[in-house]
């Protein structure tokens, strides 16, 4: 009597913990920690955006927009890992902003700020992957800010306010 | 059939083991390390973001920048670590590991408000929130609560690598496992690492994946299946089976894409296999001196 009582409140804690489980993902868009659909790699072939963080020399501010390929990066990669930012971080928050609002700006220079106060000049470029008509991948960067220690510039193409 | 499969998820009908006892606690504390683990790792992080770009769960009704100053996350991962021992110890024991998954669940709210969405810590939340359930509602019988937890976990483990499968065949389809998505994901990894540490090389396996495209589709091809069939993860005689599959397909993901699912591999290690059973058969509890007390220690916290 004891084990099916035990068994019948096990099973109810369990069933209407997935139904909270149903309720939440289905309301959040898939996401509610520690539940989720697992939707990660669900969209095979799909274009993907990416971020890095270059360091320059020196800033040569009328080129520093230019759309490139992996070779044509300027500079010297940032190691992200150094600075203890995820790299994932900057990836979503270029990708998922719009409207780069003077605070939006300052959050990716918190992220860097480390290598900021050693006087570096980074350019901050989204990594945009898709595949070409005959299925290869294909590569371009667009540059989205330039940061030194007293100066942060948009791509002129950037939603501001 | 259907109290039956419940039955055997939950394992009434088995008599408690030492095995059984000194496997659940081994599982508990690592679980609580985990929880240490992510609540000081992510405590510091969070004092370097400055805006929430993306808000996750609770941050969609509360606004959790106030976490990112004045070291409140690492004070938040101190109350974490306090009441997740105090679950561990059994102090407080109905309410401790409650209260740590809802202070987790703000950290991971906070950890991850900059847009990036991780599942890294997604089975050591759903494992918390079993002991938590397990505490809270079994409170008086430690058989019980051992035996809810791991059916609990079994039930969702199945259930979320299940659901990652379906998620892949509603995102794309049956043609998901093609190879050139591999070569996709492989480029966009290759940012990736470059942007983590500076620089990427491809591995030998990655640099076959790239040169015959078929071994692309056969290593997604295995990875779909296996999480497919992520419900065997519910019976007791398929479920080393398919913890193995699921390792195996995890070490193809960090191997093709450089992504280590860790912490998932130790839990399918820890869960997958029949280890009270093989604690029963192949120690003596009583005769080893160190066994002995590493049992009693687990029956004084069960």
Known sequence: MERRNSLTKSIKITLVTLIIYGLLVATHLGEFWPFSIYPMFSQAGNPWKRAIVQEINRAEIDSLWKTTDKNGLPGKTVALNELNVNTNDIANYLSKTEVWTPKKQSGVRKLLQKKLLKQSNLLVYQARGSLSDNDEPKLEFVPYFYFSADTTISNPDLRTE | ?302
Request: charged share 15%; aromatic share 20%.
């Open chain 2, 1 to 302: 059939m259907i109290v039956n499969f419940w039955k055997s998820l939950f394992e009434t009908d088995k008599n408690p083991t030492k095995g059984e006892a000194l496997h659940f606690k081994i599982f508990e504390l690592f679980v609580v390390i985990f929880v240490l683990k992510y609540a000081w790792q992510w405590g510091p992080y969070i004092q370097q973001i400055g805006e929430v770009v993306l808000p996750l769960g609770i941050a969609q009704y509360v606004d959790v920048s106030f976490m990112f100053e004045h070291n409140i996350s690492l004070i938040n991962a101190g109350l974490i670590s306090i009441f997740a021992l105090f679950g561990f110890f059994r102090v407080l024991p109905k309410y401790s590991y409650l209260i740590t998954l809802g202070l987790f669940h703000l950290h991971y709210v906070s950890r991850f408000s900059l847009g990036e969405i991780s599942h890294g810590s997604n089975f050591i939340g759903t494992s918390l929130l079993a002991l938590a359930l397990a505490l809270f509602f079994f409170n008086d019988d430690p058989v019980r609560r051992q035996r809810f937890t791991m059916g609990f976990i079994f039930f969702f483990f199945g259930l979320g690598y299940t659901s990652a499968a379906v998620s892949k065949l509603i995102g794309t389809g049956l043609t998901w496992p093609s190879g050139e998505h591999l070569w996709l994901w492989i480029a966009e990894r290759s940012v990736d690492v470059s942007s983590s540490t500076g620089s990427f090389t491809p591995n030998a396996i990655q640099e076959w994946v790239l040169e015959y495209k078929f071994l692309g589709t056969l290593s997604l091809a295995f990875g779909l299946i296996a999480e497919f069939f992520g419900f065997l993860f519910w019976f007791d005689k398929t479920r080393p089976y398919i913890a193995t599959a699921l390792i195996a397909m995890h070490f193809g993901v960090y191997f093709t894409m450089n992504i280590m699912f860790d912490v998932y591999i130790y839990e399918l290690l820890i869960i997958g296999y029949p280890w009270a059973r093989l604690i029963d058969q192949y120690l003596d509890l009583d005769k080893n001196p160190i066994l002995a007390k590493t049992y009693d220690w687990s029956v004084k916290f069960a």
